[in-house]
């Protein structure tokens, strides 16, 4: 095409490309310093949507993660405070058998009476006072729910457990029912004990059933969340070693692109020469 000093096309379409390199260079750079592929729709629409909703899915898996947590550590309580009631059984069994015997006189029964109603009594307290977060474990059958998923079906993100009762009333080993001042007596209370010591061991495996499902809970819904971070990661982050080579690339475009500006604003000057 003809020279002409009033339109300079060459020295236009070197600034058109150098704002391109610009523009593309400054684009790499919000990148880089984000840490993000995809930072608005623009860049990835798909992978932005998608990205989003594992995020939000991210983020409730390890809420739940912590419910499974509190439940476990609810259930952990549950079975410490089972763990000393039995101790106490295992020692009101000992003092039974012991006021079982003849060897003993009326006095030392009493003795092992007292010993054997202050033992009910502290599992009845033990019982009642045993709590996580203001919640009763030990004193009652309570329905307990615990979100331990993301969605919200509660077959799927639900589990729900009861709390148990083992107060020495419910075991039938209360203060008014234990009596170890005869021979008798005590004969028949050993029985009894007997059979609150099979209640608590029934409740208490209970108890492990329950800890082991969540601990496997908590294990597949750590996967997930590992997972599921994972797959974001691939939409979402930027891979920064391939985005700084490009980065490298654009920065040799602007250069370039800056010097032929600079040489196609010169080419008007050639023409001075020919009215000369």
């Known amino acids: ?12 379409v070197a600034h058109r490309n150098l704002v391109a390199s610009d523009a593309s260079a400054t684009n790499s750079l919000a990148k880089l310093s984000s840490g993000k592929r995809v930072m608005n729709a623009r860049d990835d629409a798909a992978s932005m949507a998608i990205g989003a909703r594992l995020n939000a899915e991210v ?14 550590a609810l259930l952990q309580v549950m079975d410490g405070g089972m763990n000393t009631i039995n101790d106490i059984l295992v ?26 109603t202050a033992l009910a009594n502290e599992i009845e307290r033990i019982a ?13 059958a309570t329905a307990l729910n615990f979100k331990i998923g993301s969605g919200a ?8 457990f009861t ?3 083992v107060t020495a009333t419910t075991l039938g080993i209360d203060a008014a029912t234990i009596d170890l001042t005869t021979k008798a007596n005590a004969d028949t209370a050993s029985g009894l004990i007997d059979t609150a010591i099979n209640t608590l061991q029934t409740a ?19 996967t997930i969340s590992e997972n599921s ?7 979402i982050d930027l891979d920064v070693a391939s985005e700084m080579a490009s980065f490298s690339s654009k920065q040799v475009l602007m250069q370039s692109g800056i010097a032929m500006l600079g040489q196609a604003n010169q080419m008007p000057q050639n023409l001075l020469r020919l009215l000369q």
């Not at 045993?130 to 004193?139: D, Q, R």
């Open 204 to 222: 208490r495996a209970g108890v492990g059933v329950n800890q082991n499902r969540l601990e496997f809970a908590a294990q597949n819904l750590r």
């Open 1 to 12: 095409m003809g020279l002409g000093v009033i339109s300079n096309y060459a020295a236009n």
């Open 59 to 72: 983020g409730a898996l390890k809420v739940a993660t912590t419910n499974a947590s509190q439940a476990g």
């Open 229 to 235: 971070e994972n797959a974001r990661s691939v939409l």
């Open 128 to 140: 009642d006072d045993t709590e996580f977060n203001g919640v009763k474990v030990l004193n009652s």
């Open 91 to 116: 020692r009101m069994k000992q003092l039974a058998v012991q006021a079982g015997s003849d060897n003993l006189g009326a006095t030392e029964r009493g003795y092992i009476d007292n010993e054997a």
């Open 163 to 165: 709390t148990s009762d």
């Open 153 to 160: 079906t509660a077959a799927e993100d639900d589990l729900t």
